[in-house]
């Protein structure tokens, strides 16, 4: 059976080994440190604006990334069926729709990006990184600010009076269009308008 060297004879050779890198013995770290915790950057709290709203706890530069918009991944056709927007009152607005196959469903394993509000005049956007989402503040935002990015909905070019009164938009910006569905463009636009 071998012998094992002693704690010793391995402390001897680790420090020459250190010396030889030039290295001192105390500088090595040996615990793990940790992760300076970024301070929060919001609150939910009560909106004027719907439900509950993301409220910036201290300024907030322009550039700075918030969160990511984490959920459920889920299809559309999954979406569907779990969410039909006319049954209710009121449209799913915890569904966040990344590409054709893909949706983010937060009410499932979503996080606060969830609670972040609309409005056609928002100090945020989504930027989507290879199919995740993450919300960034677009302009400075000052302390007690609530957080809006523009929800944009997607048009079909079907959209009648009913469909715009469902999605309407609550957000009181003097450029509100009224709704949470993206702009008309000469696409989207209906041809009997």
């Known amino acids: 059976m071998q012998r094992l060297p002693s704690a010793g004879l391995l402390e001897a050779i680790l420090e020459s080994l250190l010396s030889i890198m030039h290295i001192e013995?105390?500088?090595?770290?040996?615990?793990r440190t940790a992760r300076p915790r970024t301070p929060k950057r919001f609150e939910i709290r009560s909106s004027?604006?719907?439900?509950?709203?993301?409220?910036?706890?201290?300024?907030?530069?322009?550039?700075?990334?918030?969160?990511?918009?984490?959920?459920?991944?889920?299809?559309?056709?999954?979406?569907?069926?779990?969410?039909?927007?006319?049954?209710?009152?009121?449209?799913?607005?915890?569904?966040?729709?990344?590409?054709?196959?893909?949706?983010?469903?937060?009410?499932r394993e979503g996080n606060d990006a969830r609670f972040i509000n609309h409005s056609c005049?928002?100090?945020?956007?989504?930027?989507?990184?290879?199919?995740?989402?993450?919300?960034?503040?677009?302009?400075?935002?000052?302390?007690?600010?609530?957080?809006?990015?523009?929800?944009?909905?997607?048009r079909g070019g079907e959209e009648d009076p009913k469909d715009e009164k469902h999605y309407a938009c609550r957000c009181g910006a003097t450029t509100c269009r009224k709704t949470i569905l993206a702009p008309l463009t000469d696409e989207t636009e209906p041809e009997d308008r």
């Not at 013995?25 to 615990?31: A, D, G, N, R, V």
């Open 25 to 31: 013995p105390k500088k090595i770290i040996t615990q």
């Open 48 to 107: 004027d604006i719907h439900g509950s709203g993301a409220f910036a706890l201290r300024p907030i530069p322009k550039g700075t990334r918030l969160i990511e918009y984490t959920g459920k991944r889920i299809t559309h056709e999954e979406a569907d069926a779990r969410y039909n927007d006319y049954e209710g009152e009121r449209h799913h607005t915890f569904l966040f729709s990344v590409d054709e196959q893909t949706v983010i469903d937060a009410n």
């Open 121 to 154: 005049d928002p100090n945020c956007e989504s930027v989507d990184e290879e199919g995740r989402i993450f919300i960034e503040a677009i302009r400075d935002i000052a302390a007690g600010e609530e957080l809006f990015y523009d929800y944009a909905y997607e």
